[in-house]
């Protein structure tokens, strides 16, 4: 059993990670092409969730207080 050297650079750990970013690199655009319609779904719904928390941003330099009072507080312990 080869045990390795405290001390001693390996390589197979740079070519393992290389091979890895070109394997991901070739099935980027595979990848992308199914995000933009996953994303394009779920936009409406995304809106929907993000739309109290817009408005509360929105307002922060207008009012001391946001208008959710849960957001307030989390915002002004930064």
Not at 26 to 46: D, K, M, S, Y
């Amino acid at each position: 059993m080869h045990l390795p050297q405290i001390g001693v650079k390996h390589e197979v750990g740079h070519h393992t990670s290389a091979l890895a970013l070109r394997v991901g690199l070739a099935f980027a655009p595979l990848i992308l092409g199914w995000l933009r319609p996953i994303g394009l779904a779920f936009a409406p719904l995304i809106f929907l969730i993000a739309a109290p928390y817009r408005a509360c941003i929105r307002s922060a330099h207008l009012f001391d207080r946001c208008a959710l009072s849960g957001l307030h507080s989390l915002r002004s312990s930064f």
